[in-house]
């Protein structure tokens, strides 16, 4: 019987892949727990979300036989100025343990149930590694079953749901399990028509996400259509990401906001390499994400002056 320990830089939002590795363990009889850095391991996984967070090894010296480490977190690089997906560096779970039944018992504050149904983007989007990491064509790649027994809410981390061609099968098991449902990575505006949002509106939703990330592209008549025939009227239920400091303007950021806004969304603005953009982004993503301050100071034009 071995020791596990399981390490995350995702502190917010449950670990997949290790409830994933810790249902395995657990079957076979292994003890599994959160890392301790004082206690010793015979082998320690750690799974990385970001590549800008600290690793495991920056933190402490681990106490471990062995450590595994895989995740997003640790196959992205920087070349001139863009993230890029280095596939060599990448370390898939094995087959059998990434069909299993998650461990939900390490995160018993989070009581939903978490899971991609589908895999893959056809966007190949400049600022996104999905392309490169799971392929350019969304595929299913589980029924719901598989990850859910009842729970009352899925959220689901599929990069974009409608461009899989079993996506209606997929909103039908939604619609049917009855179960609140987060579209938490965003529904791909351009994708929806009469009937998926037919079956959209099928659907029990806790929140639905979309993404304005090209300012080149206006979506707004696609909006404008998902208002009309939505079910989800509430602003607070319908929020759209607004990818800035990528090939992007302060004028044509808050195009999008503004506009947003008025059609009865939620903008919630996305900073593309936090770390690098100038104070006025930062400010920006402040004002915006801030509900008080956003419905409390109409325009950024007068919250950057009192800044």
């Known amino acids: ?59 402490c ?20 100025g863009k993230e890029v997906f280095d596939s060599s560096m990448d370390t898939p779970l094995p087959k059998a343990i990434e069909h299993i039944y998650p461990d939900y018992d390490l995160y018993p504050d989070y009581k939903y149930a978490v899971r991609f149904l589908t895999r893959g983007c056809p966007r190949g989007c400049g600022f996104c590694v999905v392309g490169g990491k799971e392929g350019r064509c969304s595929h299913q790649v589980a029924d719901l079953s598989e990850f859910w027994r009842g729970q009352r809410e899925i959220k689901l981390l599929d990069p974009n749901l ?20 987060d579209f938490t990575q965003g529904i791909d505006i351009r994708l929806t028509n009469s009937d ?53 303007t302060i004028e044509e950021d808050l195009y999008r ?6 059609l009865g969304y939620s903008p919630y603005v996305m900073i593309y390499q936090k770390e690098t953009a100038p104070k006025r982004i930062r400010q920006l993503q402040r004002w915006c994400n801030c509900r008080w301050i956003f419905k409390s100071t109409r325009r950024f ?3 950057n002056t009192k800044g």
């Open 1 to 59: 019987m071995a020791k596990i320990g399981l390490w995350s830089d995702c502190h917010n939002f449950p670990s997949l892949p290790l409830m994933k590795l810790s249902a395995y363990h657990k079957s076979i009889g292994d003890t599994v727990e959160h890392y301790i850095p004082l206690n010793h391991y015979d082998l320690v996984y750690a799974s990385k979300v970001f590549s800008f967070t600290p690793d495991i090894d920056d933190t």
């Open 61 to 80: 010296i681990v106490q471990a036989d062995e450590i595994r480490k895989g995740g997003t977190g640790y196959c992205i690089s920087v070349r001139d």
């Open 162 to 181: 409608l461009a899989c061609k079993d996506h209606e099968k997929i909103l039908v098991q939604l619609a049917e399990s009855h179960a609140r449902v």
């Open 196 to 248: 998926n949002i037919a079956l959209l509106n099928r659907v029990k939703t806790s929140m639905i996400h979309f993404a304005w990330d090209n300012p080149q592209e206006d979506l707004t008549d696609y909006f404008k259509r998902f208002a009309e025939f939505s079910v989800v009227k509430s602003q607070r239920n319908k929020s759209v990401y607004v990818l800035t400091n990528f090939n992007s």
């Open 257 to 262: 906001i503004y506009t947003l806004r008025d």
């Open 301 to 303: 034009e007068e919250y």
